[in-house]
């Protein structure tokens, strides 16, 4: 009998063999989460969110044609096309708690960071800038948002 220290041929082809199967079966089930559009009778289409990436907070229709959405408890943001495909960008701080969006005049997308208390900007193609890491001034009764930055809209 062979010491337990080598490897045998028929023993790593076994485990190459699982290792594929393995493979192949998780391949199968993203691609079967990706491919389970429903169309209703109204026009409207459903698209299962794969798991794993945190309560969804807001979303908004971009000046892509695309759907956009936050992924609360990851930081992250992503992006639906219309046949369901999708893409997440994550923020520089993925404890940021990106909540509230909407599409803006210069084309990007806007939203807000609940914990880092920035405004956030991301392009479509999924640049991320923030409006900094300073905690902002509470405003009094008597000020208007935009005295204070002219670039609010």
Known sequence: MAPLSRS???????????ALILILASAAILLSACDQRQDLDDGFSVFPLPGGHGRTCAITSGPDGNLWFTYFDKGQIARMTPKGALTVYSLPNQYAGPCSLISGPDGAIWFTETYDRNIG??????????????????????????LLDKHLF
């Open 8 to 18: 045998h041929p028929a023993l790593a082809q076994a485990r190459a063999l699982c």
């Open 121 to 146: 900007r991301i392009t479509t193609d999924g640049r991320v800038t923030e409006s900094g890491r300073e905690s902002p001034r509470l405003l009094s009764r008597d000020e208007s948002p935009t």
